[in-house]
């Protein structure tokens, strides 16, 4: 999967709605140093947040929603499983760049 620079909340849900089906990991800073990593599957995309099936402890699952504009801060971070790339650049990290 190919890293991709965002500036907008519509290319982050553009690139998601193609990658439905898909495995991802995740990874969400949850505030006061609190960060939680884990692997799952793109189920839906809705306007203002998509929907990821994680894989929980003993063979279980549920739904974690996040929202894209946490993905354009970088308090939400996509990765591809196999490689570890980040699939998306954060807002954040092109404004340190340029």
């Given at each position: 999967?190919?890293?991709?620079?965002?500036?907008?909340?519509?290319?982050?849900?553009?690139?998601?709605?193609?990658?439905?089906?898909?495995?991802?990991?995740?990874?969400?800073?949850?505030?006061?140093?609190?960060?939680?990593?884990?692997?799952?599957?793109?189920?839906?995309?809705?306007?203002?947040?998509?929907?990821?099936?994680?894989?929980?402890r003993r063979g279980r699952k549920s739904r974690?929603?996040?929202?894209?504009?946490?993905?354009?801060?970088?308090?939400?971070?996509?990765?591809?499983?196999e490689s570890g790339e980040h699939l998306f650049?954060?807002?954040?990290?092109?404004?340190?760049?340029?």
């Amino acid at each position: 999967m190919e890293e991709l620079e965002v500036n907008h909340v519509e290319d982050i849900h553009e690139k998601l709605t193609s990658m439905i089906g898909q495995r991802v990991k995740v990874r969400a800073n949850m505030g006061r140093t609190r960060v939680v990593e884990r692997m799952g599957t793109i189920k839906t995309v809705h306007p203002a947040v998509f929907i990821v099936e994680v894989d929980e402890r003993r063979g279980r699952k549920s739904r974690q929603s996040y929202q894209y504009v946490d993905v354009l801060t970088g308090t939400v971070e996509l990765f591809d499983p196999e490689s570890g790339e980040h699939l998306f650049t954060p807002l954040g990290n092109q404004l340190e760049e340029h």
